[in-house]
């Protein structure tokens, strides 16, 4: 398992740009799909990004598709996540995550280790 620590969140205004990092440690990590769920109030957990360890590939939520971008550095230990042109519906509490799995990346139970969480507030 690796631990995870997420950073960045704030309040912006819709049309701004945010990026969040995540610091991990573990021997692990450059075998795990690092993923990016939110969560706001009343509402489910969603898969907004993960970047598959066992491809390197990239995968994003609907929702975010073109306007977020997930990068990893396996050196530094770090995930972050890019996201540009922000509207008022992506106000919500960002979740790092971390599976020993390449696959069913959209799937929150594949996740064995999970972040604080960060606040992200986008202002209309």
């Known amino acids: 398992q690796v631990q995870l620590q997420e950073s960045g969140g704030g309040l912006v205004q819709a049309g701004d740009s945010l990026r969040l990092s995540c610091a991990a440690s573990?021997?692990?990590?450059?075998?795990?799909?690092m993923g990016w769920f939110r969560q706001a109030p009343g509402k489910e957990r969603e898969f907004v990004a993960a970047a598959i360890w066992s491809t390197g590939s990239t995968d994003y939520g609907d929702s975010v598709k073109g306007r977020f971008t997930i990068s990893r550095d396996n050196a530094k230990k770090m995930v972050y996540l890019q996201m540009n042109s922000l509207k008022p519906e992506d106000t919500a509490v960002y979740y790092c995550?971390?599976?020993?799995?390449?696959?069913?990346?959209?799937?929150?139970?594949?996740?064995?280790?999970w972040g604080q969480g960060t606040q992200v507030t986008v202002s209309s």
């Open positions: 995550a971390a599976s020993p799995y390449g696959s069913r990346w959209h799937d929150s139970s594949m996740y064995n280790s």
């Open positions: 573990g021997r692990t990590f450059g075998r795990n799909t």
